[in-house]
């Protein structure tokens, strides 16, 4: 038989320990680390899982099942994993900087551009995404009163396809190499012709894989949002969390076809010789940029705008207070979600067009600020007036608000054309983006855990140890990103795994001591969550509102049934739980049960998520029979699939009344514990409501705001 | 001013409006000695040859402008500053603010959050489309330019002097005070022009022409580099832009002709394939109409429909590329354009 027949273009170098045997090097050796890593990794899981047995706890309660929150839980734990993967690699390439100053350094050229787009396309496509998505999965259902989205075989599928995706990035980590095109993959560089080898169809693939499953996420939670909220939940009584994760649906809806477009017409440029952007015969690359970037600006706000959501919910919570401006965030979050279509170009202000062009751009850019800028304030005011508790994911939101302010004003100087382009393509930039993402999107998603964690698993986190990991994450950032705008400003380009200007060590140097306490944190995170399991006695809240929640997902048990809620909730007002507690309307027996449909679980979703892995792994190496394989099996499943009927299963009214009522009993039971007892083993997640607590100071409800200061 | 857009005058007579009334003349004033005194406190601030430290009216503009934004940013900035401290001092649990659980809005505050950005962003808005149209790369700093043609290639840049007829390799010669036109594509993939202290970053790209305007009024050597990553060499693609007086300009061109080296197709062929340049070279001629004929070799079948239509770039003189008024044409990036 044919070598090339049955494994395509694979071969014995393929593999990342032949350098190592090779052409033995310290960068070598840190790529088959990683590649061992890697392999041990799977391998670990594969034994654990054997020895403990939990093969068919995983396939049965996991893998197959269909629950949005068990789907939004698989979500989050493929970003916490991908983000150590990415985290290491970032402190890696600061490490290479550091070292390298006039050549030297420890990675090769090739392993550096290996590692930026790897970091790149990780943090964003398998990192920021699963996590937004995860969250969104879990919550959203829950605020809007619902038992599970639309359409919960798609949202497995989805998820699936993400798995399968982050598995393609992984498999690149032991079998040949990545692109070295960044993670914005501009052709012509990632075409055929500069790029041979699998590196760029890794990440075609990867990321085709992930932009396909976030379409299908958008449709699945625009359509849940508008049709499945609980009666009495007008839009303009929804939490602002979901709110903002149905702009971003909406944004995920529009703003992902471009990027699989994009990535499919480079495909077939590389497979088929088209010619989309090719140097030559009329291809074109610009055209590649303005595809690209009408995805990846919205992009940014499909990331940005469900931890705005977290924002809101945080603030409001832990001020113990209405968020103020309701009606003005919820305008400001559609403006931004409209505009966000609108401002493409400023990521290539310097491919010449015309300076009217630019201008045109650079001030729609700037008009985004603006809502931008008035949410801020919001939240700021929604402090006015509250009972502030410093609680960990009140730090992460106080120290979201200085920095992302700041970030907000660099990009404000990258929308100047004329700015943009010195710092363009330079560290400034570098700064800028992560200045957005970290404190925004990724400690909101931070905050997020440490937030809804106690209503996922019934149990709350240790939050001695969230303090310590915020305290390390949050100076972090700062030494880590600070001194790159001003690198940037010097003239220091991105990508570049060494420089000769004996002026920058200082600045690296303090950007390696933040990436260390960068490190240090998620190391404290992990033990957080560590110790928070082994104490989860001591910290459990079952009674489902440890924090004084103000929605609906506060007010059913933790962890919550798997059909959410026993009786579909009647809603009055904003905040609905909040006012019902004050009212003293909450935890009533309603008047009748009924029986319950939930989706049966099924094989369909992972045998997709399986064989699109299988299918993309054939096209990264042009095994031909696994492509034809794989993707007739993936529609087999699927066609399959919809000739099955009994697809959902009952709960028999009785076992729906059992559990709640005594989940009822046990909340009007139990004491409620003041604020002032939140954090000691007494939150059993029953709250007395602040506003009727009356400890400091007076309750004046609706009176007019004294000024500041 | 010289580059008038036709038909945008009314706006602009608008946007000049605007901007007058913008008090922002006195920023760039405060802002520059405001980033030099940061720079010099901080330790290790070499400029390394930095926009910080311009050579020339466009970085400085560029320079100057950065210091305005800035500035005009602390409007919404300070405001968190100040009063993130105060609001959770007094409303922190225990602390002295009145708990008002309901409160939840406030029209004068409402129009105070919405005003202030929108009127901020009227101001930044002005000041950007100002200098955006001043300092647009395609507009020429002046009568006569020197035009030079430049072809990125992996990992070094060539420079082509249609003027002079000599051609250098990761070496930019220039006269100081005389106006500059850089003409530029790609041989291989995109890349990233920049002379960070002369002016700020154009694509090169393949089968396509993009201009920057530039005009130096210091000598001295300063580094340009692509800044757009192309592979293994592109941490050392940078090269020397040596400004010199317009006399020692005339002097190093007669110098560059007596060097052996020319540049034909053949040893155009030759720097194709990637290798970082360690030495500068000089030719002392070249196959004129080089750069056309680089262009168009991405499109054959297209340039050869309009291959008789006009002169080829060795009667490209100055005078041909100056015509400002039609700059926006030349914006087209199609290989025609090239013509
Ligand atoms: C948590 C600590 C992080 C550190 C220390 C870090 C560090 C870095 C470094 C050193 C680079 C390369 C800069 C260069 O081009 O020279 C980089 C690039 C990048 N990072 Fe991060 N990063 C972090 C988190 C994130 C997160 C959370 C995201 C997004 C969710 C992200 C997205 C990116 C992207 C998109 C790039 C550009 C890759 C490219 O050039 O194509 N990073 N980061
Ligand atoms: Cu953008």
């Known amino acids: ?709 | 001013m010289p580059g008038s857009q036709g038909g945008s005058v009314t706006l602009r007579g608008i946007v000049g409006l605007l901007a007058a009334a913008v008090p922002k003349i006195a920023l760039p004033k405060i802002a520059l000695p405001a980033i030099a005194l940061l720079a010099i406190a901080l330790p290790g601030a070499g400029f390394a040859g930095s926009f910080l430290e311009p050579a020339g009216p466009i970085a400085a503009g560029q320079l100057s402008h950065f210091g305005v934004i800035s500035m005009l940013m602390l409007i919404v900035i300070v405001p968190m500053f100040v009063a993130l401290p105060i609001v959770l001092y007094r409303y922190r649990r225990g602390g002295k603010g009145t708990y008002r659980p309901d409160w939840e809005f406030n029209w004068g505050l409402e129009l105070l959050i919405w005003g202030v950005p929108v009127a901020l962003v009227v101001a930044l808005g002005t000041a950007l489309w100002r200098q955006t149209i001043v300092g647009d790369p395609y507009r020429a700093l002046g009568p006569d330019p020197l035009v030079v043609e430049v072809v990125a290639l992996d990992w070094k840049f060539l420079f082509l002097y249609p003027e002079q007829g000599v051609a250098t390799l990761d070496l930019l010669a220039l006269p100081e005070g005389r106006p500059i036109t850089l003409k530029l594509t790609s041989g291989t993939v995109m890349q990233s022009f920049i002379i960070p202290r002369l002016a700020g970053q154009i694509y090169a790209m393949a089968g396509m022409q993009t201009q920057l305007n530039l005009l130096a009024d210091e000598t001295g050597d300063f580094t340009g580099r692509n800044t757009q990553y192309n592979g293994l060499g592109f941490a050392t693609q940078s090269f020397t832009t040596r400004v010199m007086s317009a006399d020692d300009f005339e002097g190093w061109v007669a110098t560059a002709k007596t060097q052996q080296a020319g540049l034909d197709a053949a040893a155009y062929a030759r720097l194709l394939p990637p290798a970082v340049v360690n030495e500068p070279v000089i030719y002392a001629r070249f196959t004129p109409g080089l750069f056309d004929q680089i262009i168009a070799s991405f499109a054959p079948g297209m340039a050869g429909g309009h291959a008789g239509h006009g002169p080829q770039a060795g009667a490209d003189t100055p005078a041909a590329i100056t015509a400002p008024a039609t700059s926006h044409q030349q914006h087209d990036h199609t290989p025609e354009a090239a013509q």
């Open chain 1, 1 to 709: 038989m044919n070598w090339e027949l049955i494994f395509g273009q694979i071969k014995w170098t393929s593999f990342v320990f032949a350098g190592m045997i090779e052409n033995p090097s310290l960068s070598e050796a840190i790529a088959s680390g990683a590649g061992s890593i890697a392999v041990l990794g799977a391998l670990a899981t594969v034994i654990l899982l054997t020895v403990k047995g939990w093969w068919v706890p995983l396939w049965r309660d996991w893998l197959t099942s269909v629950d949005h929150k068990k789907v939004g839980i698989m979500y989050i734990a493929i970003a916490l994993v991908m983000f150590a993967r990415a985290v290491i690699e970032a402190a890696l390439m600061r490490a290479q900087q550091l070292s390298a100053t006039d050549g030297g350094g420890f990675l090769s050229a090739d392993h550096f551009g290996q590692l930026f787009s790897t970091h790149g396309t990780i943090m964003i496509f398998f990192v920021a995404m699963p996590f937004i998505t995860g969250l969104m999965n879990y919550v959203m259902p829950l605020q809007i009163g619902a038992r599970d989205v639309s359409f919960p075989l798609l949202n497995a599928i989805s998820l699936m396809l993400t798995m399968a995706g982050a598995i393609v990035i992984m498999v690149s980590l032991v079998v040949g190499q990545f692109s070295t095109g960044g993670w914005s993959a501009y052709p012509p560089f990632t075409g055929i012709e500069f790029s041979p080898g699998e590196g760029v169809d890794y990440w075609i693939w990867a990321v085709s894989l992930g932009s396909i499953g976030s379409t299908l996420t958008g449709l699945n939670f625009a359509v849940t949002i508008y049709k499945k909220r609980c009666p009495g939940m007008t839009l303009f009584r929804m939490p602002l969390f979901t709110w903002t994760t149905l702009c971003t649906s909406i944004l995920m809806i529009f703003a992902m076809a471009p990027l699989t477009a994009a990535t499919v017409m480079l495909a077939l440029d590389r497979y088929a010789g088209f010619h989309f952007f090719t140097n030559g015969d009329g291809g074109n690359m610009m055209n590649y940029a303005n595809l690209f970037w009408l995805f990846g600006h919205p992009e940014v706000y499909i990331l940005i705008l469900p931890a705005f959501g977290v924002w809101s919910e945080v603030v409001a919570t832990f001020s113990s207070k209405r968020i103020y401006g309701y009606t003005s965030l919820v305008y400001a979050t559609m403006c931004i979600a409209v505009l966000s279509f609108a401002v493409w170009l400023h990521h290539f202000f310097t491919m010449g067009q015309s300076a009217n062009v630019n201008a045109i751009f650079g001030i729609a850019t700037m008009i985004i600020g603006v809502p931008t800028g008035v949410k801020v304030y919001d939240w700021l005011l929604t402090m006015v007036g509250g009972r502030i508790r410093f609680s960990t994911a009140m730090l992460y939101h106080i120290n979201f608000l200085l920095t992302f302010i700041l970030g907000g004003m660099t990009g404000v100087l990258l929308a100047n054309p004329g700015v943009d382009f010195q710092v363009h393509n330079t560290l400034f930039l570098v700064a800028h983006f992560h200045n957005m993402i970290i404190p925004g999107v990724l400690f909101g998603m931070f905050a997020a855990v440490q937030f809804w964690f106690p209503k996922v698993f019934g149990f709350r986190l240790h939050e001695g140890l969230g303090r310590a990991s915020f305290w390390c994450f949050a100076p972090g950032f700062l030494l880590a990103f600070f001194p790159l705008y001003w690198l940037g400003m010097m003239g220091a380009t991105r990508r570049t795994y060494m420089w000769s200007n004996p002026d920058y060590l200082p600045w690296l140097a303090l950007a390696m001591l933040g990436a260390v306490l960068i490190l240090a944190g998620f190391a404290l995170m992990v033990t957080q969550i560590v110790v928070s399991v082994r104490q989860r006695a001591q910290l459990a809240a079952p009674l489902g509102d440890p924090w004084d929640g103000r929605a609906l997902e506060w007010s059913i048990p933790s962890p919550p049934p798997a059909w959410n809620f026993a009786v579909l909730p009647q809603v009055t007002s904003q905040d609905p739980f909040y006012e019902a507690k004050k009212a003293g309307t909450a935890y009533r027996s309603p008047a009748s049960y009924e029986d319950i449909e939930v989706p049966r679980n099924t094989a369909t979703a992972p045998l997709i998520g399986l064989f699109a892995c299988a299918w993309a792994f054939g096209l990264v190496w042009h095994i031909w029979w696994l492509v034809i394989v794989s993707f007739v099996l993936i529609w087999a499943v699927v066609i399959a699939r919809s000739f099955a009927t009994d697809t959902e299963e009952t709960v028999p009214a009785a076992t729906v009344k059992a559990a709640n009522e005594a989940f009822l009993a046990a909340a009007r039971a139990a004491p409620g514990v003041t604020r002032d007892q939140e954090m000691t083993s007494a939150n059993r997640g029953r709250a007395i409501p602040e506003a009727l607590e009356g400890r400091s100071g007076t309750i004046a409800s609706g009176a007019p705001v004294e000024a500041l200061s």
